[in-house]
């Protein structure tokens, strides 16, 4: 249940794009983003100015220098306002996690516009669904689906003001040109900044097609611009919600019960005597019967919370407040998800991690589904001259993004105002109008930079409480969650299995493959993808048990297990056929495009095999240095292709990772250097996770709940050295966040397998090398 | 409740807060400093580092009553412009991804650098291990506490 779809608008299951196909958009049609010209129609005839007084003074991202605020600003449309001086504001759509959308998608606007970037402001959007398509971050889409919408704005906003000029100097729009912010007419010798035309190309109206650039003539995309946050940030100004402060505002905190437990009385006459205390209550956070999207994942359908001044005081409170928790009963309901209802059963009980994996080695010799079948697999299996088969596992991980859960909510009588951490807003505001028994429209959110997200941020529950309580207390409120409030709230990675059997011939040709994964409470197995397609006799199975331990996305859902899976299965196979890891890839790349085996195989072969090649040449492959054991995997997800090799050499029982190569595919690169930024996170932030990521439960109770318990990757840990190559073409961009995490686990274990002799098949791997505590 | 008074970016600072309070929850909640960040509230990631008397300290276990007159320097007192040697090599290397961590990395490299400012690798990775980044930006953290000291030197 409730996983992120990679392609959301269609079923979980849907085809990933096998072809993006080579798109030059020299034209488009202004309508496929109408709703973020309305602003611009409902106001043709009059112009419109907007006082921004809150940027009387404002640096440009790019530079020290302070620009001069315009005395006007003109909307040419949503995502574009330009100063009477040709100052510029571009507004991110997309809510800001950490992958840098707030710089690249306004530099998709820019480019297109043909602007100077260091005259140009970038404001955070907030969620106004009228002027915004897809205010949404996750599923590595931002860039793949704002592309063209992003350049389109841009585009349209700049024939605007070439069709301005044409008119007030009165010469054929074709024969203006533009170069960063200026018009020019050759033939007359005219020329204007875009501020002068402002005003009256906010007057015109939208054109109904306009031209693109062509890729050559890009000037901002493919450049390294910075983080357009970053002085802020390293300056520590406000900017996440949890530094968000008003007048009169209350912090709420909660106090979270075991999973398949709830609230059965609360004794708070304690916690009601201490100092700065305003309130002990329980709140219910999702109407009676409310039919819950994808996105409303709630662990508790009940919880208690604190109302205080301070957050030092409500801590201390939380403290003072005996609960006693009872039993749920078994929870069973429907979800709408993409691709219509799906039954989430959550049965009453209180689960433990022993419980979990002696359920699943039961059910993996059950009953599974089959989700896709090639040939006979059986008749093959019966054939070989050789037959491997393996079983990997990994378990729960929690998120523990920096910032921990928490959202400030102010509800009046007839009006909601949020400020919040959420990566998918359109989906929250509906429960909210539910919750709070008002139309989606009195609901304003503002999305807040959130200080991590990796999927959690996608479930908007902290809306939903901070509202309810605020609606309670009758006061602006800020729910704060405690480090071990989130990492206890649930929403995990789920855990996983998956059994891997493969059937060489006499030759060491794969003639026979079969998955069957399973995982609580779903599996992980994508059963079109690679090696599907490359042999002919393939079955892929799934199962998943129920349980009221919640689960989402998580920086690449289900890819984050079953590509470590698959990629350190394929490596033992190559070994055993006798071939190079890299060769045996691409001779079974070569048969899924030469004469591959079913339709719906989902993924391009030659762009598999084009980051395999190019990771071989830059790790230099056939020559590791000495000493050091290598492993290798790709993999392809979220539209993006990745090759990655690791380097590892053994300091006694503590691994250390000398280098990380890494070959992707991911189309145009938008902002290099904040790819690499992207990408260097995924296969830390994966290391980390392959070598400690756990989190184990003890009935119903998870057994870690703060760092000193949950390992994360720190510096010692980190590769010497990280390098990432981008293969070079002209496919339209796809995402960065999440497809260089899922390979780096069996790049890990496949190098560990070289240093050590060993193989590694369960998660986290250092568990099973006697690595050496953090030093804290 | 007690009146304490604090040293603050070299300003008097005057507070009304229980003196268990951690320096942290005086800062943000009181002062309305909310550079300094929370990550774990028991000393463990490294996010609400800040100085006391220039050694780069967990403010979230450190009650505010055991500061005396110690100056307290955060993020936001680091230098005039956000041009101090440490930040304008974050902004060089582009670190931040979310961001969240990155004031208490600043800090605790400040600190290393003035006690160390021709820190090895190895001491660069000591003083930084302490400091998680779940975005884990360590490679550019780890590069722009080199360019910082070289800049410095
Ligand atoms: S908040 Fe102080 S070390 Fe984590
Ligand atoms: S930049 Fe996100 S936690 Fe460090």
Redesign the pocket.
């Known amino acids: 249940m409730c996983h992120l779809p990679e392609n959301p608008g269609s079923g979980t299951h849907r085809r990933q794009f096998n072809h993006l196909t080579l798109f030059l958009m020299t034209r488009a049609k202004t309508t496929i983003n109408r709703r973020s010209f309305l602003k611009a129609t409902a106001m043709a005839g009059g112009g419109l100015m907007l006082s921004f007084n809150w940027l009387a003074a404002c640096k440009a991202p790019s530079g020290d220098e302070m620009l001069d605020m315009p005395d006007e600003w003109f909307d040419l449309n949503s995502y574009i306002k330009i100063g009477n001086n040709g100052v510029v504001t571009l507004m991110s759509p997309n809510p800001e996690f950490g992958s840098n959308v707030k710089t690249s998608m306004p530099m998709i606007l820019a480019d297109e516009l043909d602007v100077d970037w260091k005259k140009v402001i970038v404001e955070q959007a907030d969620f106004y669904p009228e002027r915004f398509d897809r205010q949404f971050t996750g599923g590595s889409m931002g860039i793949l689906l704002g592309w063209k919408p992003l350049r389109t704005a841009g585009a349209t906003a700049r024939q605007m003001l070439v069709n301005a000029a044409a008119q007030k100097w009165n010469v054929p729009a074709s024969e203006i040109t533009t170069e960063a912010g200026v018009l020019y007419h050759k033939t007359s010798g005219k020329s204007a900044g875009y501020g002068e035309m402002a005003s009256l190309a906010a007057e015109l109206p939208v054109p109904e097609e306009v031209a693109m650039k062509q890729l050559s003539d890009f000037k901002i995309i493919g450049t390294s611009r910075k983080n357009v946050d970053g002085k802020k940030i390293v300056t520590g100004q406000p900017l996440f919600t949890l530094d968000y402060k008003t007048e009169g505002m209350l912090i709420a905190m909660p106090i979270l019960p075991p999973f398949g437990m709830t609230v059965k009385s609360v004794d708070d006459s304690a916690a009601r005597a201490m100092p700065g205390v305003k309130d002990v209550f329980t709140i219910k956070v999702l109407p009676d019967g409310y039919e819950q999207n994808a996105f409303d994942t709630i662990s508790f359908p009940e919880m208690v919370v604190v109302v205080g001044n301070t957050t030092w005081e409500v801590m201390n409170a939380k403290k003072a407040v005996k609960v006693e928790w009872q039993l749920l009963d078994e929870r069973a309901f429907d979800v709408q998800s993409w691709g219509g209802k799906q039954k989430v059963v959550m049965p009453k009980g209180l689960e433990s991690t022993s419980a979990h994996r002696a359920w699943m080695a039961e059910a993996a010799r059950g009953k599974a589904q089959v989700l896709r079948r090639d040939g006979n697999p059986e008749a093959a299996f019966k054939s070989a001259a050789k037959v491997l088969e393996r079983t990997y596992t990994a378990p729960h991980l929690a998120h523990n993004t920096m910032e921990p859960v928490n959202c400030f909510a102010h509800v009046t009588e007839d009006k909601a105002e949020l400020y919040a951490p959420i990566q998918a807003p359109e989906f929250i505001r509906r429960t909210l109008a539910a919750r709070l028994g008002m139309p989606q429209e009195n609901i304003h959110i503002r999305l807040a930079r959130m200080g991590g997200g990796f999927g959690q941020r996608a479930y908007g529950h902290h809306l939903v409480e901070a509202a309810v309580i605020s609606q309670k207390v009758k006061a602006p409120v800020k729910l704060v969650y405690t480090r071990e409030d989130d990492m206890t709230y649930g929403i995990y990675r789920p855990t996983y299995t998956a059994t891997y059997r493969a059937a060489l011939d006499k030759d060491g040709n794969l003639i026979a493959f079969h998955v069957r994964g399973g995982g609580i409470p779903e599996h992980a197995v994508h059963a079109n993808r690679f090696p599907a397609g490359a042999v002919d006799n393939y079955l892929a199975e799934g199962w998943s048990l129920p349980s009221n331990i919640t689960i989402g996305a998580f920086r690449a859902p289900r890819s984050n297990f079953i590509a470590g899976a698959e990629q350190s299965f394929l490596d033992e196979l190559a070994e055993l056929a006798g071939k190079d890891p890299i060769d045996f890839r691409l001779e079974l790349l070569e048969r899924a495009k030469k004469n591959p085996v079913g339709k719906d195989n989902d993924y391009d072969p030659d762009r598999y095999a084009s980051v395999l090649k190019l990771v071989r040449e830059k790790s230099n492959w056939d020559q590791p240095p000495s000493g050091v054991g290598r492993g290798v995997a790709a993999y392809f997800c979220h539209n993006t292709y990745v090759a990655e090799v690791v380097d590892m050499r053994m300091e006694g029982t503590n691994p250390v990772i000398e280098n990380v190569v890494a070959a992707v595919d991911c189309g145009i690169v938008v902002n290099p250097d904040a790819a690499r930024n992207m990408g260097e996170g995924g296969i830390i932030d994966g290391i980390g996770n392959a070598l400690f990521g756990e989190l184990t439960f003890k009935d119903g109770v998870p057994e870690k709940n703060n760092f000193h318990q949950y390992r994360m990757i720190r510096q010692k840990e980190t590769p010497r050295n990280v390098e990432i190559h981008f293969v070079q073409n002209e496919h339209d961009p796809t995402g960065l966040g999440e497809p260089l995490f899922p390979p780096i686990f069996a790049a890990v274990a496949n190098a560990l397998y070289r240093a050590t002799g060993k193989r590694y098949y369960e998660q986290p791997f250092a568990k099973h090398i006697a690595v050496s505590p953090a030093m804290m | 409740m007690a009146t304490i008074t604090l040293n603050v970016n070299g300003k008097k600072r005057v507070v009304e807060a229980d003196p268990q309070t951690p320096l ?1 929850w005086i800062l943000r909640d009181h002062l309305d400093l909310v550079g300094t960040k ?4 028991i ?6 580092t800040v100085h006391v008397d220039g050694v780069a300290t ?1 403010s ?2 450190l009650p505010v009553s055991q500061i005396g007159d110690k100056e307290v320097t955060t993020i936001e007192g680091l230098s005039q412009n956000g041009d101090h040697p440490v930040q304008k090599a974050w902004l060089e290397h582009d670190v931040a991804q979310c961001g969240y961590c990155q004031a208490g990395q600043i800090m605790t490299a400040a600190a290393l650098l003035k006690r160390n400012p021709n820190p090895t690798d190895a001491d660069i990775e000591d003083a930084m291990h302490g400091n998680i980044c779940r975005c884990a930006t360590y490679l550019r953290i780890r590069a722009a506490v080199r360019t910082a000291a070289n800049s410095t030197i």
Do not use: I, K, N
């Open positions: 942290l929370y990550g774990c509230g000393a463990q990631c490294g996010a609400c967990r979230c276990s």
